[in-house]
Each structure stands twice: as structure tokens, then as C-alpha cells.
């Protein structure tokens, strides 16, 4: 299993490609898709799977270009469908342009597998009602969009966000992993499960 990050879009959202055996899935592709595209190509890869952590519009502006390049269906959770027609997730947020429309597939919490890797598809509300954090045991890392960064967490502020449930999927689903489980972020650079809980600053024991 390898991983390949792109920072795309405005905000430099961290968009993940993993491969496995000429088989790929990306992940929050939020911004133009071109340099994805480039990478599936020139390492001959067949994009299978487009996961969405989230519904914002930072991490889905490319979903519609990136399925309809590669045929790749685009799974997210139901729970933020709402968020569409909101100007944080269907785009005119700050004056950021509109997201393209896209269909997707309902992905909800349990064992799931992709691209031939054995994925737990893991509900971490908080950030927004529908956040989903994606655990690869075999490639000892996990996903989790706009929850939790390098020394610092995700805003809850938007609609449907509480700082409350961001905490609890933190400590209950992401702590929970193995310390050594690298952290990929929806931005900024990657961390690790042991290192977040022990010197994040509002998750650790002395953060309450």
C-alpha cells in the first residue's frame, strides 16, 4: 500500500491517492484533479474508488471531474448530504466558486474493502454530522479529513459541527488505534495516533 498526497485547491486541501497492485482510490479530491490524473497515468494505475471524508466544499471540488475522467463511483456518507446546498459545502463560501454536482453512494460505519486492502470505514462526527475516518490496518494509517491535525483539530463552527462529538471520535475511534497508526489530515502535514494523544493540545489528558 503506498500513498501519495496532493495538496489541490484554494486552501491546499491534502488529497491522498493509495495504491495497491496497479489498483488505486482517492481520497477528497478538493481542488482541479489534473495533476491525479497525471500521477494514475504515469504510474498506470486504474482508479477504482472516490472517498469523501466529508461534504465541504474544499474536499469535494474535483469529485464530479476525477469520476467522470476515471468512471470511479464517489462514496460519502448520507449524513452530510445537507451540507450541499449550504454555501460551506456546495461552494460560494468567502466567494469560492460553486462545487460541480456529483451523485454518491452512501457509505456508512463498518468493515469495508477497497482497491483489494481491508478498510474500517469509521463514523467520527464532529467537524460536520457525517464525517468519516478511514483505517487501513494494513498500512497502519488512517484518514480523517478536517477532524483531527498535527497539534490541533478541526472547526466546529460550521453547520452541524460540535466540539463536544469532534472529542469523543477522537478519543473513541482514532486513539483507540494502534499508537504507531500514521495520521493523514485534510491539511497540514501527517501525524501519528501516539503522538496526537500525547502532545495535542485540546484532545490531551490535561486538555479538560
Known amino acids: ?8 485547491g484554494p486552501l491546499e486541501t491534502n488529497a491522498y491517492v493509495v495504491d495497491n497492485a496497479g489498483r488505486a482510490l482517492a481520497i477528497d479530491p478538493g481542488g482541479d484533479p489534473r495533476e491525479i490524473l497525471d500521477f494514475l497515468r504515469d504510474e498506470k494505475l486504474n482508479l477504482e474508488t472516490i472517498l469523501a471524508t466529508h461534504l465541504h466544499f474544499d474536499h469535494i471540488f474535483g469529485n464530479a471531474a476525477l469520476a467522470k475522467a476515471t468512471g470511479a463511483p464517489i462514496m460519502a456518507s448520507r449524513a452530510d448530504e445537507f451540507l450541499l446546498d449550504t454555501p460551506v459545502g456546495g461552494g460560494g463560501f468567502m466567494g469560492f466558486p460553486k462545487v460541480p454536482d456529483f451523485e454518491f453512494t452512501p457509505l456508512e460505519e463498518g468493515p469495508a474493502e477497497f482497491i483489494g486492502l481491508a478498510c474500517h470505514v469509521l463514523a467520527t462526527p464532529g467537524h460536520t454530522p457525517g464525517s468519516l475516518s478511514f483505517h487501513f490496518p494494513e498500512g497502519r494509517s488512517v484518514f480523517v479529513g478536517d477532524l483531527l491535525f498535527y497539534r490541533s483539530v478541526g472547526r466546529t ?13 477522537v478519543r473513541d475511534k482514532i486513539f483507540s488505534l494502534p499508537k504507531e497508526t500514521v495520521v493523514y489530515s485534510g491539511h497540514g502535514p501527517e501525524t501519528s495516533v501516539g503522538d496526537e494523544e500525547l502532545n495535542n493540545p485540546f484532545l490531551s489528558a490535561f486538555a479538560d
Request: zero cysteines.
Open 1 to 8: 500500500m503506498r500513498v501519495t498526497s496532493f495538496a489541490l
Open 157 to 169: 463552527d460550521f453547520p452541524g459541527g460540535s466540539l463536544e462529538a469532534l472529542k469523543r471520535s
